[in-house]
């Protein structure tokens, strides 16, 4: 992106798109999280926080369902159960969070910065051990339904480095979302078929959810650190307070 004459934001919003597809079990379109912007004519700094909200507005019993709970073995001396399932999803943020910036501060077309990441999708990506760690590890949760199988299985077994992850649905959703904008998935089709597949299957979030989510801007924590000044994100989020300390 920047040898095309994009900017740092161009760039940034490029390979958060490709990472939906190579860091697929961490992240994607239903995610959440924060960009810090600086802008080097005026040396302003913000973070706009595009985290996940709370779902089920205009509900008359928001949570009324009990998310499914999976084990995850890190050690033989260290498991976790995490909450998963479409009572456990939250109004997603990431595709908002990555289209306020393209509005305010890129340089480059929308459908441009989606491309690589469909491309991506469509043609797959080979594993590396690192990420092939991963899949083993969140197995039972990536292979947990039917949709989950569909997309991480490759002869019945998760995927193992060397395999190459295909995510056609993904490259779809990415199409869509080239072609008609973030938005759609706040108000469009993509919105109207998230809300009823989570809903369809004991989730919370509405349609008035996603009509009503916003990226909220916000001055980030400042710290100085051996003559310079450290930039980072502020509450609600804890990671800039604590490295700032």
Request: no cysteine; glycine share 10%; proline share 9%.
């Given at each position: 992106?920047?040898?095309d004459g994009g900017n740092a934001v161009d760039a940034c919003i490029a390979a958060a798109f490709v990472s939906w597809v190579a860091e697929s079990p961490l992240t994607g379109a239903g995610a959440g999280g924060f960009m810090l912007v600086h802008h080097a004519q005026d040396r302003s700094t913000r973070v706009l926080d595009h985290?996940?909200?709370?779902?089920?507005?205009?509900?008359?019993?928001?949570?009324?369902?009990?998310?499914?709970?999976?084990?995850?073995d890190f050690t033989p001396e260290s498991s976790q159960f995490f909450r998963i399932g479409p009572a456990s999803c939250a109004v997603p943020g990431?595709?908002?969070?990555?289209?306020?910036?393209?509005?305010?501060?890129?340089?480059?077309?929308?459908?441009t910065l989606l491309e690589p990441a469909i491309a991506h999708a469509r043609e797959g990506v080979v594993l590396l051990e690192p990420q092939a760690y991963l899949h083993a590890l969140l197995d039972p949760i990536l292979r947990h339904t039917d949709e989950g199988r569909a997309m991480y299985s490759l002869n019945g077994n998760h995927l193992v480095a060397g395999d190459r992850l295909m995510l056609d649905d993904l490259g779809r959703t990415l199409e869509q979302l080239a072609e008609k904008g973030p938005n759609d998935l706040y108000t469009g089709e993509l919105a109207r078929e998230l809300s009823k597949y989570i809903r369809d299957g004991g989730g919370d979030i509405t349609l008035r959810d996603l009509r009503l989510?916003?990226?909220?801007?916000?001055?980030?924590?400042?710290?100085?650190?051996?003559?310079?000044?450290?930039?980072?994100?502020p509450p609600p989020s804890r990671g800039g307070v604590l490295i700032g300390l």
């Open positions: 992106m920047l040898e985290f996940v909200a709370v779902p089920g507005l205009g509900l008359r019993r928001p949570g009324a369902h009990a998310m499914e709970a999976v084990g995850i990431a595709t908002a969070g990555l289209g306020e910036p393209h509005r305010r501060f890129a340089t480059l077309p929308w459908r989510y916003r990226v909220i801007q916000r001055r980030p924590v400042r710290v100085p650190f051996l003559g310079y000044e450290f930039h980072s994100n």
